[in-house]
């Protein structure tokens, strides 16, 4: 719960920058190795929350593959972060709230990319994790923005 | 021809420099506004040419949405890639060789993520563009690999 916390409190970075609240955590022998928030809005199409804390993570590993490390997600991932979690070869992903699917499976979940993405390398994930406190920050989020966009 | 030729030359930077030789430019009206080429194993494993492409178009044009853009890359997107393409709401994906896969359609293909990863936006994808070129350079990059690790 103590990463996820961390993650959580990385979305409200996010949230405060009027960014989606999303956040990450890399963890290597139950130490935080890396931490960031989705920086979309304000930088690039890719500066989501995962990709910020890999790209940190392999800096301070000085490697691509952080063999050993987990990553902790506020929402589930999308399939750009899902593929760059098993470019990085992390070992297991935790995630907070699920994201947007429907009942035909039309929509790629992490669980298919893992599946997948033609890499040997797979990740073991759980999801569901602070799912509630997850999932609130993200739903409030999008609330107070139809809420200003009113105004 | 002109963009994939460009693409190619990025290609042959990351050779030289013992990168998978992969390059990506992203064009807006004719002109090309960023180019890259993959630097994963010096730097993180998101540092392929496609994402360092469309960061630098974000910087470029100020905006995570790269409307009106098209990118052309020397091999077919991994699922990373191709979520950042979407994500980045780009118009036209041209790509040179493809990538592996197999008989039975266990790996996700470029165009499988285009309709599947969750976005409204699609991206339309043209493969095979300079194919021959795009193809030698990496089965002759990974040739020499082999060769090299026998020495």
Do not use: W
Request: hydrophobic letters at 40%.
């Amino acid at each position: 719960m103590e990463f996820m916390q961390e993650a959580l409190k990385q979305a409200k970075k996010a949230y405060k920058k009027d960014e989606v609240p999303i956040g990450a955590v890399i963890v290597k022998n139950d130490k935080m190795i890396a931490k960031a928030y989705n920086k979309r809005e304000h930088s690039s199409a890719t500066y989501h929350a995962e990709i910020l804390a890999i790209n940190k993570a392999c800096k301070k590993l000085k490697d691509f593959r952080l063999i050993g490390c987990d990553i902790y997600v506020t929402l589930e991932p999308c399939a750009m972060c899902m593929g760059a979690i098993l470019n990085a070869r992390l070992e297991h992903l935790y995630f907070g709230a699920y994201a947007k699917s429907d009942a035909k499976g039309n929509i790629l979940s992490s669980e298919e990319i893992n599946e997948r993405a033609g890499l040997n390398h797979k990740t073991v994930i759980t999801g569901g994790i602070l799912q509630n406190e997850c999932t609130l920050l993200i739903t409030d989020y999008f609330k107070q923005k139809r809420i200003n966009n009113k105004l």
